[in-house]
């Protein structure tokens, strides 16, 4: 099978291409070429940015791809320029988008009111009234983050007629070479010989849905070698959501640590540990549709796939650290201020 790859090189994307060529499909990827790093063998690369993408179509075509598999759609603009390319082309677009696109992604950061949406959401769950999460974070009108927004990503995919489209809603993913350093803040407490780490109480209790990047991309392949017809939608991720402070006790046996979560009222925990969200509403998804129509399933266990993100998390710390996050003193004030407190009721 021929496949297209955007963002290859990737975190997620150099998964997936692995796994592909693993599998023998002839992959070509796009990518700026910014890594530094070879191309897993066998592999053909196109060098050129993706919003350049309109020049370089006639070359594109010429591949004839089977099945393009777009892993960093942002925009609109950006989903539109790769269906049109591709339109009577491909048979399938397989599009990699985010649990971000539905309603309680917004009601847990107190986005959009109402209460909470029931969990796990399933793929028909209500989406986002409110578009652009990420205006608000956005330098200028030309950041990327003043336009992302997945839900119209996923729209203009599904429009296409010529191309048929699989969505795929990803997790929180988390591995080596997690961009966004998701274990670090934790494991950093632990590292620096933290016996306690605090946590808010319906903080502790809240679930996310998450999922292993080898098993995640999995996940991807073998949507892209799907050969049914028609349009599809699919959350991707671990079947048995941990809370909060399940995950971090995960963490700690990974990470060897003997200490011990705390947890307390939300409102007593110190400035720089508040986070201003809704709890109560969980972001669990449900997977059952893709297991079930894939027989797909994790083979890296959680406990191996938390030791080796671990074990890269501590040979590369992030280059720059926001010490104001560590304010460990503020956080031992808080714990005698709560031995105080019980020692004098009791």
């Known amino acids: 099978m021929r496949v297209l790859v955007l963002g290859g090189t990737g975190y997620i994307g150099s998964h997936v291409v692995k796994q592909l060529a693993a599998k023998g499909h002839e992959v070509t990827i796009v990518h700026r070429g910014r890594s530094g790093k070879a191309l897993t063998e066998g592999v053909a690369g196109l060098v050129f940015d993706r ?28 989903a539109w320029s790769i269906s049109k390319a591709m339109s009577g082309v491909a048979s399938r677009l397989i599009v990699i988008s985010s649990i971000d696109v539905y309603r309680a992604y917004n ?22 009234e409110q578009l652009y999460p990420y205006r608000g974070v956005a330098v200028d009108a030309l950041h990327t983050a003043y336009e992302y927004e997945k839900i119209l990503v996923e729209r203009l995919a599904q429009s296409e007629v010529e191309l048929q489209s699989t969505i795929l809603r990803l997790p929180v993913v988390y591995g080596p070479k997690d961009p966004q350093v998701r274990v670090f803040d934790y494991l950093r407490r632990m590292d620096d010989g933290r016996k306690t780490i605090l946590l808010g109480k319906q903080q502790s209790k809240w679930q996310l849905t ?62 720089h540990l508040s986070q201003d969200y809704d709890w109560r509403q969980h972001l669990t998804i449900d997977t059952d549709s893709f297991r ?20 890269w998390q501590r040979e590369n710390p992030p280059e720059s650290i926001d010490l104001d996050k560590f304010d460990y003193e503020a956080e031992d004030e808080v714990q005698e201020s709560k031995l105080k407190l019980a020692s004098a009721k009791g």
Do not use: C
Not at 56 to 64: C, E, G, S
Not at 234 to 244: A, F, K, P, R, T
Not at 292 to 311: H, I, Y
């Open 51 to 78: 919003r350049d993408l309109s020049e370089h179509v006639p070359q594109l075509r010429k591949i004839a791809p089977e099945v393009v598999i777009d892993m960093i759609p942002r925009t609109a603009q950006e």
């Open 107 to 128: 009601r847990l950061r107190k986005a959009e009111p109402g209460s909470p949406d029931a969990t796990p959401l399933k793929e028909n769950a209500p989406l986002r």
């Open 210 to 271: 998450r999922g292993y990047v080898d098993d995640v991309a999995s996940a991807v392949v073998l949507a892209s070698e799907d050969q049914s017809s028609g349009n599809h939608v699919y959350n991707i991720g671990e079947q048995d959501s941990l809370s909060e402070l399940e995950w971090v006790k995960q963490i700690g046996q990974a990470a060897g640590w003997s200490g011990e979560v705390i947890t307390l009222e939300d409102e007593s925990l110190p400035k």
């Open 292 to 311: 079930s129509t894939f027989n797909w399933k994790e083979t890296t266990p959680r406990d191996k796939a938390l030791a080796l993100t671990v074990a």
